[in-house]
């Protein structure tokens, strides 16, 4: 099994048990969120600031992106800076802390109740992605490799704690009134530098060490990683330097330049390792994260298009919904779709057959999940995604609703196999 021996690191590294608890957890706020969604469409053809759209979107990103972002790096940080995770311990810190405080913040958002349930959520998650970040970066000092991947984790772990630290402040604000304007202005900040800053330049980092790895590809370009590396730090920076001492708009146009150029050469260098692979049938899991390269592009034609309306003195408010949604639901949702059943079943793999790798014949570990569930989920999540945005762009919520109910089926589709993979226990012999 050629699949397996290619990513036999992947599968030693790190504790089942740490790693687990994440991937489960993500899938049920995944669950959660396209429950609340399909309560709360109708809050999506309002203003994007409304108390449903914000606990949604937090749910998706914290909840959803996030989790299962720290569980599969508590995984793949070890394989890339070729030593084990620092402690276990603040692993399990950083989920008990995440577990209890994203709830608690998705719940004051809800109820727009930016007391202690939001406070106190947000203190939490904080707490919880310093611990992370600690882990991280006690276990790069202990390594003598320096990676090019590694350091895209760590810099968007960095701009993760910015963009936590950055949230709680913005509901502190509510109260106390500690930042010179309304938190709705900082808005922006804080969602682009979670965005770009965290789940961009830790999925662009990450991909860049996976697609080649799922694909047997012979493909390497360092020199061209850290371009990327420096095009959407640099963008990102710009942006955050623009956002605080400028307010002319058309500026905007340079970081959203840098980080086009970004995408784009990390979308060549996608192409360059599919077009150098050795594996020539691509599976279903890796043209479902292969797609999540080209969604990239989508919210930056809306982002442009908002940018152009914002330059001729109006605000689009469908269009910066519509963007917020491919973001959460389109693209970061596509990558985690595919990339889940390409690392989970090697992790469920290494916990039950382990023992007998070598000495019994065992199953290959795409055989560990259900492939037809996953294409229905595929099928009623792509239906979902694309009925949503008409919907919001119209003010639809007949086709709201409709979207929606694709987008509960496929989440559910997804927790089924979840849960199938997670009981797994050895075959009998």
Known sequence: MPAINHTADFAKTTDHKLVLPFYLYAALSFLMATILLLLSANAFTRHYFHPHVLAITHAMALGWGTMIILGASHQLIPVL??????????????FVLAAIGIPLLVYGFYVFNLGWPAKWGGILINAAIICYLINIAVSMTKSNNENVHAFFVFTATLWLLLTTIVGLLLIYNFTLSILPVDSLHYLPLHAHMGIVGWFLLLIVGVGSRMVPMFLLSKYTNTKLLWLIYCCINGGLVAFVLLFLYSHETALYLLPLGAVFAGIALFAFYCYKCFQQRIRKKVDEQVKISLLSVLLIFLPLIFLLVFIARLMAG?????????????????????????????????????????????????????ELFNNGIFRAMAITYLAGFILFIPGVLAANNLLLQVATLFLIAAAFLYNWNIIKLMLHKSLPQ
């Open 81 to 94: 800076i070729e030593t084990s995770l620092y402690s276990n311990k603040l692993g399990y810190a950083s």
């Open 314 to 366: 109006s605000v689009d408010i469908p269009v910066v919904v519509a963007y917020g949604f491919i973001i959460f639901f389109g693209w970061i949702t596509a990558i985690i779709l595919g990339m889940t059943f390409k690392t989970l079943p090697f992790i469920i793999w290494n916990k039950v057959y382990s023992k007998q790798a070598g000495t019994d014949k065992t199953p290959n570990p795409k």
